[in-house]
């Protein structure tokens, strides 16, 4: 072709080629021979980006309407086929079940963000280094054998991950709740994926990790019991003061101050025990969830004012014996 000069890739003799442009403009002889490599490679590298972000901003906005809802009161998409054990009267209304609700929807959402763009950029990088020839075989090997490495090395933290993901997702406890968990116990202050926060009855807080937890007591769920022991003396009529002591609890539970808190009304077990001081009667009454020990204590002290008005004899230790007549008297 007129006009080329004799040092000039072969390619730059073909009228119109991306070579021959290229030299024309940069009288560069490997950019003229790779220009049409880059260019096509360039382009495949490009779609994968651009795929790649779109996939990653679809799966995020998918999440993110999966995990709407919370924060109107709605259970969110995400969490309906899961349980939610708070009982049916105090979904709507208990400030602790919607921040319930939040707390695990972003976190199950932020779990599952954090793991597609992980996904879908990690399967992308893979793409485009295998574009441009690389050899992914010692890559896969080496990263095989340093996650490895910091698996065994991390293995108390990702256990920790893990049960705080499946804690989330049964709804074990949350935010609000009054839990034992082994060695403290108290009120959940906060839930993560790796420490759970609450705070005692003496005002201590306590950082539980949750692959530590091997077991749960929950006192906040569907609905509470409250447990009124009531012991009295030998000589007691047990039939009568037992429907003397129902009759005060279901008085009491009738009360403005603590009717709201009370799910059905006071039920008599009856004799509970037979000791050498006396007998003790059971009563419970079936309480919202974290209510039982308000309800216990109102009602305690109701079926005591009532026995002591009755004149129902109290066991051998609590029992008052009138002082001996002076002598001479």
């Not at 999966?66 to 309906?80: E, F, K, N, Q, S």
């Not at 039939?239 to 129902?246: G, K, M, Q, V, W």
């Amino acid at each position: 072709m007129p006009g080329v000069p004799v040092d000039a890739p072969a390619c730059a003799n073909d009228a119109g080629s991306l070579c021959a442009r290229v030299f024309a403009d940069t009288h560069a002889d490997w950019l003229s021979r790779s220009a049409d490599s880059i260019v096509s490679h360039g382009t495949t590298v490009l779609i994968i980006v651009v795929v790649a972000v779109v996939l990653r901003y679809v799966l995020h906005r998918a999440i993110r309407r999966l995990t709407d809802g919370a924060r109107t009161g709605r259970v969110p998409r995400l969490l309906r086929p899961l349980r939610d054990r708070a009982a049916a009267s105090l979904r709507e209304a208990a400030p602790q079940i919607v921040e319930r609700r939040i707390q695990r929807a972003q976190t199950i959402g932020s779990v599952l963000r954090s793991f597609t763009t992980l996904l879908v950029y990690g399967v992308a990088f893979v793409l485009i280094l295998g574009e441009f020839g690389v050899n992914l075989a010692p890559i896969i090997a080496s990263a095989g054998v340093v996650g490895v490495a910091i698996g065994f090395g991390a293995q108390n933290l990702v256990r920790d991950f893990l049960s705080g993901i499946f804690m989330m997702l049964e709804d074990q406890y949350g935010v609000g709740d009054v839990v034992d968990l082994g060695e403290a116990s108290g009120t959940v202050e906060a839930v993560g994926l790796r420490v759970t926060t609450l705070r005692d009855i003496a005002g201590t807080v306590w950082y539980v990790r949750n692959g530590e937890v091997l077991r749960v007591g929950n006192s906040s769920q569907g609905y509470s019991v409250a447990v009124v022991d009531i012991p009295v003396g030998h000589s007691a009529d047990v039939d009568a003061t037992s429907e003397l002591a129902r009759a005060a609890a279901a008085e009491e539970c009738a009360e403005a101050a603590i009717a709201g808190k009370v799910l059905a009304p006071p039920d008599m077990l009856g004799v509970q025990s037979v000791t050498a001081e006396g007998i003790l009667l059971r009563l419970t009454v079936r309480t919202r969830p974290g209510e039982q020990w308000a309800v216990q204590r109102a009602v305690a002290g109701a079926v005591k004012t009532a026995l002591d008005a009755a004149g129902v004899p109290a066991p051998i230790p609590f029992r008052v014996t009138p002082p001996a007549p002076a002598a001479g008297r």
